[in-house]
């Protein structure tokens, strides 16, 4: 059974940085790309980063381009999501999926960027 369980989320003022970690069980990890989506309220859930089953592809929507950095660690079946220089427009939760196009979602990771 997939299991993906994100952590790291919090409160953060603007300009600060946060580290994501999701944790995947159930599956091959090393042989699925990876995402992370993020949906703020009211808008639509939309993909921040991905990164390939070896991690030498990368993938980033242009709002974090330079900001977050998507990678991971196959031995310990975890992808993580460093966000420097944090907006409020950040705010939002955070998921990670097994690929881009699965039904496999975590249950999320709240983020919020306040003064």
């Known amino acids: 059974q997939v299991h993906l369980v994100e952590s790291g989320g919090g409160l953060v003022q603007p300009g600060g940085s946060l580290r994501l970690s999701c944790a995947a069980s159930?599956?091959?990890?090393?042989?699925?790309?990876m995402s992370w989506y993020r949906q703020a309220p009211g808008k639509e859930r939309e993909l921040v980063a991905g990164?390939?089953?070896?991690?030498?592809?990368?993938n980033y929507a242009d709002s974090v381009k330079g900001r977050f950095t998507i990678s991971r660690d196959n031995a310990k079946n975890t992808v993580y999501l460093q966000m420097n220089s944090l907006k409020p427009e950040d705010t939002a939760v955070y998921y990670c999926?097994?690929?881009?196009?699965?039904?496999?979602w975590g249950q999320g990771t709240q983020v919020t960027v306040s003064a």
């Open positions: 999926r097994r690929s881009y196009g699965s039904n496999y």
């Open positions: 159930g599956f091959t990890f090393s042989g699925y790309t």
């Open positions: 990164i390939s089953s070896t991690g030498s592809s990368l």
